[in-house]
């Protein structure tokens, strides 16, 4: 309930507001997806919406709906799912507004209401870690995908960069095993730098885990690759020392913020 309060409001709001994309006109979803697509470049490469082109694809966590939006128009046969209403209600939006087909639909992936090895793509961009229970997450992506079909999955890395600089104890500890065995589950403060509304309050619930831990909950897919992506800009007292864009190809394979999962069951 906490996260369907919370996320009624779009995941990208800020920085909506921020390209003067103030409503849902035609002109402002394009001067966001230009601004999203900006901030994250290798997004297509590692959702490759463009061979999804007549397969039966899942999307969990929908926010603005911009890459949603590209599924769909890359021809696949889009269903979007998410436990708030107002990133379903942007996403259908978005689908009548260029005449596309699909639908997004109201639900939770803890329990989702799609049938048995139903989709052959299964996607959710920044959305399990979340939930409550990611391990349940990646349980039922198993379930509803068909054999052979593929996840495309990012969750938050425990070892990023950010971690280590800001929260570097329990960082520490968890590196050392006294509790990396579990998912960690953030404190406020943390919960708030990673994702918060417009008013300043954090996410209901956010954990992090690491590469081993992701690898291990997936045991049951025949093929897991994962990857590390983005970083922000390194800076001091709010001056940007180094740009995000130098970092971006450097930092960000070594010890990004998330964690990019490609899996095939």
């Known amino acids: 309930e906490a996260n369907a309060r919370f996320w009624n409001e779009l ?37 490759p919406a463009a061979a999804m082109r007549g397969k039966k694809v899942l999307e969990i966590g929908l926010g603005y709906g911009t890459l949603g939006q590209k599924i769909a128009e890359a021809g696949a046969d889009y269903t979007g799912l998410d ?20 639908r997004a639909i ?20 920044g959305c399990f870690h979340h939930t409550g229970n990611l ?28 971690r280590w600089l800001k929260w570097f ?15 960690a589950t953030a404190t406020e403060s943390e919960r708030r730098a990673y994702d918060s509304d417009s008013a300043g309050h954090a996410a209901p619930e956010t954990v992090f885990v690491w590469r081993a831990q992701l690898r291990a909950m997936m045991a049951r897919f ?11 800009h390194l800076g001091l007292r709010g ?3 180094v740009p995000r864009s130098i970092l971006l190809p450097v930092l960000g394979p070594i010890a990004g913020l998330d964690i990019y999962c490609n899996a095939t069951k």
């Open 106 to 125: 109201t639900g939770s992936m803890l329990e989702c209401p799609l049938p048995d090895a139903s989709m052959d793509c299964v996607v959710s961009i």
């Open 135 to 162: 391990a349940r997450c990646v349980d039922e992506t198993w379930r509803v995908l068909k054999p052979g079909g593929a996840a495309y999955l990012m969750v938050y890395n425990r070892f990023s960069y950010l």
């Open 169 to 183: 104890r329990p960082t520490l500890r968890a590196a050392l095993g006294s509790n990396a065995q579990h998912a």
């Open 239 to 241: 001056l940007v020392l």
């Open 11 to 47: 995941c990208g709001t800020s920085l909506a507001k921020s390209l003067g994309a103030t409503d849902r006109s035609l002109d402002s979803l394009r001067r966001f997806d230009q601004g999203y697509m900006d901030i994250y470049p290798y997004l297509l490469r590692r959702v």
């Open 83 to 102: 436990i708030a209403q107002g990133p379903v209600d942007m996403m259908n939006h978005r689908l009548r507004l260029q005449g596309l087909p699909g």
């Open 222 to 232: 025949s093929r897991v690759s994962l990857e590390l992506e983005n970083c922000n």
